[in-house]
């Protein structure tokens, strides 16, 4: 018997053809030709962790290559017909995700000495496979490099984490007063250029929407004329997208701010790129060490992508010190009160935290409010805390949070990325031990967070259930 490793960390079994799906993460490893069921040797699935919480976290640990920068790096890698180069990219499944739709459009790709590489040379397709692109959500990205290069895409509807509709207008808006049409189909949409190539406009965006400023951006590099994008996301990944671009020979004015001018130019060119550190995951880690009251160093950080976190922490009497791209936090003497915060734009409170801060306010004195201006239907993790103990009640776009609370440990399950790893942080600080199911999803952003944890001193680690060995092939 033959054993291949998944990137999900499963053992693929009886490796014989020319490549496997792993079911239970539901990522392409390699071209699908057939399908075996995600074992460890002796038939175990590992879908689970299992945490025994009440140790304050302490220690340093290092911070992965940014999730939300790399997949639009990479979908902007299909816009050169050449080589690009991401180092520090974090092995996560939404990046195997995204690099399995651009190899069904043609494109090389594969890891070289802890590098994504990305060779788009060959790629021809203009029409993303529903296996990849309803997984999830940052396939849409693809729909903005697709008509840069080549002047058609189709997309099946993305998919991802089921927190609300998250439509995808605002990027429909841009192609079309760029000369695009679009054709809507029962199961995705068609967008094509009219003249052979987008042309330059100026567009302003009804809402700051990440996604449709990373795709109008990737539309109008090669577009013919000057574009002028109003009312643009300022997120640092945004900023992380501009400078990658100008990089492979991009013009692209006004980085940073909310008005962005792009020339399009004839071609663009080879490149090597270093990424970011994941401010998520920095947040992430940064609020499970605040909720166990630890002393923590988070390393590999941007500490100034995190003042809106950090100014709600020393509010609380949590010390934070940052040096370089450090953040020390000391919680030993915290005594945070309940606070009001809603979630907005960067420099804003990031959506992509909310649920962690959630659990890091049940330790709070009195009721927090939480109101979440992005997403609608990013409260389902609160049903999960419940079973923990945690008094969280929701109404519409509002959360209120009641505590401080004695969370017991139970069982529970993640049901999208950010819920899974403020699910973790609550297992840190509740009273016995936590199962929680359904960690696939937290493997979509986070590279191990078992191993994080546990540099920090938790007892964390990851477990299986008993599964049947796939049969031989005949």
Known sequence: ?????????????????????????TVLVFRA???VKPVMPGGICVDQIRIRGGIPLCGEVAVQGSKNAAL??????????GRTVLRNCPHILDVESMGAA?????????????ALVIDAEDAAGTSVSALYGTRFRASVLLMGSLLGRFGAAYLPYPGGCTIGQRPIDLHLQVFEKMGAEVLPQAEGITVRTKRGRLQGCVAELGFPSVGATENAVLGAVLARGTTVLK?????????????FLNRKGAKIEGIGGKVLKITGVERLCDSEHELMPDRIVAGTYLLAAAGT???????????EQLNALTAILREGQVRVETSGDS???????????????????????????????MVYLLTAKGESHIRENIFESRFQVAAELGKMGADIRIAGDCARITG????????????????????????????????????????????????????????VCEIGKIAALPAQPG
Not at 14 to 25: D, M, N, S, W, Y
Not at 72 to 81: C, D, E, S, W
Not at 331 to 352: K, M
Request: with cysteine; aromatic share 6%.
């Open 1 to 25: 018997m033959v054993l291949q490793d998944c990137i999900c960390g499963y053992v693929l079994c009886e490796v014989t053809f020319a490549g496997r799906v792993c079911e239970f993460c």
């Open 33 to 35: 030709y057939d399908k």
């Open 72 to 81: 639009p790096l990479m979908a902007a890698a299909l816009l050169h017909p």
């Open 102 to 114: 651009l190899r069904g459009l043609g494109c090389r790709v594969f890891w070289k000495a802890g």
């Open 231 to 243: 009312n643009c996301a300022a997120e640092p990944e945004i900023t992380e997208l501009c400078r």
């Open 293 to 303: 009251r630890g002393q923590v160093t988070i390393r590999r950080t941007v500490p």
């Open 327 to 357: 953040i020390r936090l000391d919680a030993s003497r915290a005594c945070p009160e309940a606070v009001r915060l809603c979630t907005s734009p960067y420099p804003g409170f990031p959506t992509d935290l909310q649920s962690q801060i």
């Open 404 to 459: 401080p609370a004695a969370l017991t440990g139970a069982e529970a399950e993640a049901r999208e990325l950010r819920g899974g790893a403020a699910l973790v942080a609550a297992g840190l600080l509740a009273k016995g031990e936590t199962v929680i199911r359904g960690s696939r999803f937290i493997k979509r952003g986070y590279e191990d967070i078992c191993r994080d944890m546990a540099c920090l001193g938790a007892d």
